[in-house]
């Protein structure tokens, strides 16, 4: 059974930092794009950032780049999303996704096949 599983979740100041990691287990990802997406209270599930398989290529939305960092670490089959300079309005579930077997980048949540449970990031003012 695949399972993604993100930790390092938690509050934060305005202008902190904190790391996102997701492990997966069942299977190896090492061949496809692995990405985040963030789901504030009453808006829809948005895209953040991916990777491709080799770590090789990465992708940001508009409102996280140069602030945020996506990588990974294919021998332990985990992804990292690095979050510095922290906006209240980053306040957020941030959920792991997976794409099944492309090494395709999609900002499209209905292109991942494998999602993680969330985990929550407050940030305050």
């Known amino acids: 059974q695949v399972q993604l599983v993100e930790s390092g979740g938690g509050l934060v100041q305005a202008g902190g930092s904190l790391r996102l990691s997701c492990a997966a287990s069942?299977?190896?990802?090492?061949?496809?794009?692995m990405g985040w997406f963030r789901q504030a209270p009453g808006k829809e599930r948005e895209f953040v950032a991916a990777?491709?398989?080799?770590?090789?290529?990465?992708y940001y939305a508009d409102s996280v780049k140069g602030r945020f960092t996506i990588s990974r670490d294919n021998a332990k089959n985990t992804v990292y999303l690095q979050m510095n300079s922290l906006k209240p309005e980053d306040t957020a579930v941030y959920y792991c996704?997976?794409?099944?077997?492309?090494?395709?980048?999609?900002?499209?949540?209905?292109?991942?096949?494998?999602w993680g449970q969330g985990t929550q990031v407050t940030v305050s003012s």
């Open positions: 069942g299977r190896t990802f090492s061949s496809s794009v």
């Open positions: 990777v491709t398989g080799s770590g090789g290529s990465v």
């Open positions: 996704a997976a794409r099944g077997w492309s090494n395709y980048y999609s900002s499209s949540r209905r292109s991942y096949d494998y």
